[in-house]
């Protein structure tokens, strides 16, 4: 028996719930020598925003116990050559295409998506309202019910793509915000994007990041999704898609059974490239196994009592 | 071609208190590894410490299917590495980045290695001996901080390049930064500048140095970059250093650029 593990989100159909999460895969061209890119769900990109964008000088990264922080600073060359010298090469993939979107105004949101509607390649968006690292980017939006539903609200407006709400957990309550995009029209909501944290070089007294915080990633943040996760998928009647610290097959199937359809594989492609891949195979065995026949039934199967 | 596989340990050597050496069975890669590029490892296959670990070639040898690392004790993961033991597995991603533009026949090459930059520039030397570069033409500038920190020495008195040595505390050689000496040797006009090809590794304030250095003589000068490199391959955009050209990737553009494009802190 082959286990059926496709997901379906709005009118997209994908072949797996495995997709490598925004900034930690390039535009998929990075990992095509080593990896069969049509094996997995999906890719999404790294945050496009409407005009290039340097970044926040180095150091960007450090490692921190079973994690790792980065302060990017949503570094893109911009949605015109995105369209231009990344599209063509995503657009020859038959895996799902998700653009994840970025901007520092709900102007700036609708005017990427302006840009990109209608062009071939393209599948999803994932709307970016949640990066820890811009000051007045993503995470102003990402922070307050009302902003996220107006910054929501208005990308749905301008587009025919299907949109994936994505959530921070830097936030009071993060079941607000979910309910607050779903009521928006999104058609799935995933979490979460990193954690803000600070790491400190006692040699030189200086932070170890030029931005001085970062991002938290990786499987020190895992207990922290999966609970977050659990909580939006009590709460809302979209696809939920679980991020944060998977790197294997029981660490997706965890998620899954707290409730998520879908699941993102962010650091673990730095730990192991074929991480992703791996965990496809993985669930497939997992199903065979158990016999399970669709991977939809293991959703949100977490038992309480 | 970007390997990635798991290579066999054949031998592990301490060249200091803190300093290994590491060979490892794996055909592919040395046959395909060039001097400039490095090897992406994990420590542990387990997720502390989590990321992979960059080290630039120290040597390959396609006759004997392996390569070798060189890397000093610095912290948990390095720590772990230096505890493995021959018939080990360890998972590789090789070979990673760009590599050193090799100079002409008739060229001279001079090489500036401080402390653990003599590991790339030691495969460098050798690579370019076995393609019969003459090495009278090629001149050595090792500094490290005391005479018991200086590696190799056999293997490279042996070769008949010219070798200058540098101690901070003055132990042997030149007494004093390898920047010191080689400024020295340039303000003396004795390094020949004209048709020849500089490289330099070692610790950032040496590199900031020899980029100075480089600008200021205007030399055709290649320097590889050490840095934390959380993916290897140029996708996460962790690893940046900053040029006249804008930040630049050390793992993917790099780990080799002109001294004179960069903008070390």
Same mark, same amino acid.
């Given at each position: 028996?082959?286990?059926?593990?496709?997901?379906?989100?709005?009118?997209?159909?994908?072949?797996?719930p495995?997709?490598v999460a925004?900034?930690?895969?390039?535009?998929?061209?990075?990992?095509?020598?080593?990896l069969?890119?049509?094996?997995?769900?999906g890719?999404?990109?790294?945050s496009?925003?409407?005009n290039?964008?340097?970044?926040?000088?180095p150091?960007?990264?450090c490692?921190?116990?079973?994690?790792?922080l980065?302060?990017?600073?949503?570094?893109?060359?911009g949605?015109?050559?995105f369209?231009?010298?990344?599209?063509?090469? /995503?657009? $020859?993939? @038959?895996?799902?295409?998700?653009?994840?979107?970025? !901007?520092? #105004?709900?102007?700036?949101?609708?005017? =990427?998506?302006?840009k990109?509607?209608?062009?071939?390649?393209?599948?999803?968006?994932?709307?970016?309202i949640?990066?820890?690292?811009?000051?007045?980017?993503?995470i102003a939006?990402?922070?307050?019910?009302?902003?996220?539903?107006?910054?929501?609200?208005?990308?749905?407006?301008?587009?025919?793509?299907p949109?994936?709400?994505?959530?921070?957990?830097?936030?009071?309550?993060?079941?607000?915000i979910?309910?607050?995009i779903?009521?928006?029209g999104a058609?799935a909501?995933?979490?979460?994007?990193?954690?803000?944290g600070?790491a400190?070089? /006692?040699? $030189?007294? @200086?932070?170890?990041?030029?931005?001085?915080?970062? !991002?938290? #990633?990786?499987?020190?943040?895992?207990? =922290?999704?999966?609970?977050?996760?659990?909580?939006?998928?009590?709460?809302?009647?979209?696809?939920?898609?679980?991020?944060?610290?998977?790197m294997?097959?029981?660490?997706?199937?965890?998620?899954?059974?707290?409730?998520a359809?879908?699941?993102?594989?962010?650091?673990?492609?730095?730990?192991?490239?074929?991480?992703?891949?791996?965990?496809?195979?993985?669930?497939?065995?997992?199903?065979?196994?158990?016999?399970i026949?669709?991977?939809?039934?293991?959703?949100?199967?977490?038992?309480?009592? | 071609?970007?390997?990635?596989?798991?290579?066999?340990?054949?031998?592990?050597e301490?060249?200091?208190?803190?300093?290994?050496?590491?060979?490892?069975?794996?055909?592919?890669?040395?046959?395909?590894?060039?001097?400039?590029?490095?090897?992406?490892?994990?420590v542990?296959?387990?997720?502390?410490?989590?990321?992979?670990?960059?080290?630039?070639?120290?040597q390959?040898?396609?006759?004997?299917?392996?390569?070798?690392?060189?890397?000093?004790?610095?912290?948990?993961?390095?720590?772990?590495l230096?505890?493995?033991?021959?018939?080990?597995?360890?998972?590789?991603?090789?070979?990673?980045?760009?590599s050193?533009?090799?100079p002409?026949?008739?060229?001279?090459?001079?090489l500036?290695?401080?402390?653990?930059?003599?590991a790339p520039?030691?495969?460098?030397?050798?690579?370019?001996?076995?393609?019969?570069?003459?090495?009278e033409k090629?001149?050595?500038?090792?500094?490290?901080?005391?005479?018991?920190?200086?590696?190799?020495l056999?293997?490279?008195?042996?070769?008949r390049?010219k070798?200058h040595?540098?101690?901070?505390?003055?132990?042997?050689?030149?007494?004093g930064?390898?920047t010191?000496?080689?400024?020295?040797?340039?303000?003396?006009?004795?390094?020949?500048?004209?048709r020849?090809?500089?490289?330099?590794?070692?610790p950032?304030?040496?590199?900031?140095?020899?980029?100075?250095?480089?600008?200021?003589?205007?030399?055709?000068?290649?320097?590889?970059?050490?840095n934390?490199?959380?993916?290897?391959?140029?996708?996460?955009?962790?690893?940046v250093?900053?040029t006249?050209?804008?930040?630049?990737?050390?793992?993917?553009?790099?780990?080799?650029?002109?001294?004179?494009?960069?903008?070390?802190?």
């Open positions: 028996m082959i286990p059926d593990l496709s997901v379906r989100i709005d009118k997209v159909k994908f072949s797996n495995v997709l925004s900034g930690t895969f390039g535009y998929g061209e990075e990992y095509a020598s080593f069969d890119l049509n094996k997995l769900g890719i999404i990109t790294k496009i925003t409407l290039p964008r340097e970044g926040h000088p150091p960007r990264t490692e921190t116990p079973s994690g790792m980065n302060a990017i600073g949503l570094a893109n060359p949605v015109k050559r369209i231009k010298e990344k599209l063509p090469f /995503l657009r $020859t993939l @038959k895996t799902k295409i998700m653009v994840n979107v970025a !901007g520092s #105004s709900v102007e700036e949101y609708v005017g =990427v998506v302006k990109l509607e209608g062009k071939k390649g393209i599948d999803l968006l994932e709307i970016n949640s990066c820890p690292n811009v000051k007045e980017g993503g939006f990402g922070s307050n019910p009302k902003s996220a539903y107006r910054c929501i609200k208005a990308v749905k407006e301008n587009t025919s793509y949109v994936i709400a994505k959530l921070s957990p830097n936030v009071n309550n993060i079941m607000e979910a309910l607050a779903e009521e928006a058609d909501v995933s979490l979460i994007n990193t954690l803000v600070m400190i070089d /006692l040699d $030189t007294k @200086k932070p170890r990041l030029s931005n001085i915080t970062g !991002g938290l #990633s990786g499987p020190a943040i895992k207990p =922290v999704a999966l609970a977050m996760v659990f909580k939006v998928a009590q709460k809302v009647k979209i696809p939920v898609i679980g991020i944060g610290g998977i294997n097959t029981n660490d997706a199937l965890e998620f899954i059974l707290a409730g359809s879908m699941i993102q594989i962010g650091t673990g492609n730095f730990v192991d490239p074929e991480c992703s891949i791996k965990i496809v195979q993985g669930l497939k065995r997992y199903c065979q196994d158990n016999k026949k669709r991977i939809g039934e293991l959703v949100g199967k977490l038992k309480t009592k | 071609m970007i390997y990635k596989k798991e290579g066999l340990l054949l031998s592990i301490s060249l200091s208190e803190k300093v290994f050496r590491l060979k490892i069975y794996s055909p592919d890669m040395a046959k395909k590894a060039l001097p400039g590029n490095f090897c992406h490892l994990r542990t296959k387990g997720f502390s410490p989590l990321l992979r670990r960059a080290f630039s070639f120290h390959a040898e396609k006759e004997r299917n392996s390569f070798e690392l060189l890397f000093k004790v610095v912290g948990p993961g390095t720590e772990l230096s505890q493995k033991n021959p018939g080990d597995k360890i998972d590789l991603l090789a070979p990673l980045g760009n050193f533009s090799f002409k026949k008739e060229e001279n090459v001079v500036l290695a401080g402390g653990m930059g003599i520039l030691f495969y460098l030397l050798n690579f370019l001996l076995k393609k019969k570069f003459s090495p090629i001149t050595l500038f090792y500094g490290v901080k005391k005479e018991e920190e200086l590696i190799l056999e293997e490279l008195s042996s070769l390049i070798l040595l540098a101690t901070e505390d003055g132990t042997i050689g030149y007494k930064m390898i010191g000496l080689f400024l020295k040797e340039l303000k003396e006009k004795r390094v020949k500048l004209k020849t090809k500089f490289y330099a590794c070692g950032n304030p040496m590199l900031k140095k020899i980029s100075q250095i480089s600008k200021k003589f205007n030399l055709h000068c290649q320097i590889s970059l050490e934390h490199i959380p993916c290897g391959i140029g996708a996460c955009l962790g690893c250093v900053k006249i050209n804008g930040y630049k990737r050390v793992c993917k553009d790099g780990p080799v650029f002109d001294a004179r494009e960069v903008i070390l802190d």
